[in-house]
């Protein structure tokens, strides 16, 4: 990953701590020791994250299919 283009670690923190909780009344991994992993780690973490996030339930589907216009 390009330097310039690299996000920062306190913006991967946030990004990976609101990950973490979606869905949860609370994270499930104590945030603050995150702090010790390397950016790269950070990206990927977040990345793995995201695609897991990105899956939804069939309880997920069943409630957005209220939302879907039908012709």
Request: glycine letters at 2%; zero cysteines; proline letters at 4%.
């Amino acid at each position: 990953m390009n330097i310039e283009n690299e996000p920062s670690k306190e913006k991967l923190l946030a990004d990976i701590e609101k990950l973490i909780a979606y869905g949860r009344d609370e994270p499930t991994i104590n945030p603050a020791l995150l702090e010790y992993l390397e950016i790269e780690d950070l990206i990927n973490t977040k990345a793995k994250l995201l695609e897991r996030v990105g899956k939804l339930s069939e309880e997920d589907k069943i409630w957005l299919e209220q939302f879907k216009k039908y012709e």
